[in-house]
């Protein structure tokens, strides 16, 4: 079945020390998003691609940075994690129609800074 | 330290009964609506979507209104089964590029 994938599910790092977390997708879709969750609160986009176009949303912090080298794979790096920076990250996919479409969400990846 | 979670408005349900979830969208110019549902641990899950040249979509027991004067959409889910447990966001499409806002959510709690 064609899904959006991440990895790993669940990772755990230290405050300061870089961290990466992976994003794959079969559905060969133009645009990935990443999103951060909080406890009880609604995701918020950090950034998407739209192919290898970059676009940043205005407050997400620098620490935050991605990565995308080719269609199916995307890469979110967080380069000093901060004990705020605990949250659920959800990577998304839409085809990238113009207008309005539908994005398809993976399991997300749960992250613990200790 | 991560700040303290906010408390999400919850719904609380008799199994059987109908559900009615609804959500304030803030963009009069947004054109594309949808509803996910969200279980605890995992990420967003599609239910239903609609276009803003449209008033109602029906789903399998879901139906999703859309009132544009204000800015008002709701969720219906009819016999609210133990499995619909989970919370539910609405989102806005705002650009021509796809992006999506998210509303504050509602959780939903079917008791059995």
């Known amino acids: 079945d064609a899904m959006v994938i991440q990895n790993p599910r669940y990772q755990v790092t230290q405050f300061g020390k870089p961290v990466t977390l992976s994003c794959s997708q079969t559905?060969?879709?133009?645009?990935m998003y990443w999103y951060q969750q909080k406890s009880s609160q609604a995701p918020k986009l950090l950034f998407h691609?739209?192919?290898?176009?970059?676009?940043n949303e205005a407050d997400t912090p620098d620490n935050f940075q991605s990565r995308r080298p080719n269609t199916s794979f995307c890469f979110l790096d967080i380069r000093s994690p901060g004990l705020g920076d605990a949250a659920m990250y959800l990577c998304?996919?839409?085809?990238?129609?113009?207008?309005?479409?539908?994005?398809?969400f993976g399991p997300g990846t749960r992250l613990t800074v200790l | 330290g991560e700040s303290v979670g906010l408390h999400l408005p919850t719904l609380s349900v008799q199994e059987g009964d109908n559900s009615i979830i609804n959500c304030a969208y803030s963009?009069?110019?947004?054109?594309?609506f949808i509803w996910y549902k969200q279980e605890s641990g995992k990420g967003p899950q599609f239910i239903i979507d609609i276009r803003s040249n449209m008033d109602k979509r029906q789903g399998q027991r879901v139906t999703v209104l859309l009132n544009k004067t204000v800015k008002h959409l709701s969720l219906q889910i009819a016999a609210t089964q133990p499995g619909d447990s989970a919370v539910y966001f609405c989102?806005?499409?705002?650009?021509?590029?796809?992006?999506?806002?998210f509303g504050q959510g509602t959780e939903l709690s079917v008791k059995p």
């Open positions: 963009n009069s110019a947004s054109d594309y």
């Open positions: 559905l060969n879709h133009n645009v």
């Open positions: 989102a806005e499409n705002i650009d021509q590029g796809g992006k999506l806002i």
């Open positions: 691609y739209y192919d290898k176009d970059f676009n």
């Open positions: 998304a996919t839409s085809r990238g129609d113009r207008g309005a479409n539908e994005q398809f």
